[in-house]
């Protein structure tokens, strides 16, 4: 895959991330870029709902790891505190990011060399009028 599409509003970009979580498999890796407030935070909540998570889905800024249970389990990561890919290993993220569930990783450049090649690239940039730009690049379909 790749291709940009323009989310104008959160609704946009949480039915982008139903979209792409309706044609994730276990083992699927999303990683997810772009600077504070671009909304990878509600792209995930689209993943989960189309994994049939229904409780609330919050940034794991400062817990690290959210593990949810839906028809696939899905990990959610932020790793914006992460000094390196030791650190990430510490906390026992590439037992998750190999596993049967969706990965979900915010900041992924931190690991960069430790993500599956058919890993898919969510990089979100934010426009003068607050659109987003969503350039998608890889994935398990390739």
Not at 52 to 73: C, D, H, M, N
Not at 80 to 88: I, Q, T
Request: hydrophobic share 40%; with cysteine.
């Amino acid at each position: 895959m790749d291709r940009t599409i323009v989310c104008r509003t959160a609704e946009d970009m949480e039915t982008l991330g139903k979209q792409i979580g309706e044609s994730c498999i276990s083992g699927s890796v999303i990683s997810l870029r772009g600077s504070l407030g671009a909304g990878k935070t509600v792209f995930a909540r689209g993943v989960a709902r189309s994994l049939g998570i229904t409780e609330a889905i919050v940034s794991p800024t400062f817990t690290l790891v959210q593990e949810y249970e839906g028809r696939i389990p899905m990990y959610h990561m932020d790793l914006y505190r992460l000094a390196s890919d030791d650190d990430f290993q510490m906390i026992g993220g590439e037992d998750m990011l190999y596993s049967n569930g969706v990965c979900l990783v915010e900041w992924s450049e931190i690991i960069n060399d430790m993500l599956p090649k058919k890993t898919l690239f969510v990089d979100i940039k934010v426009n003068d009028d607050q659109s987003r730009d969503v350039h998608l690049v890889g994935g398990w379909e390739d």
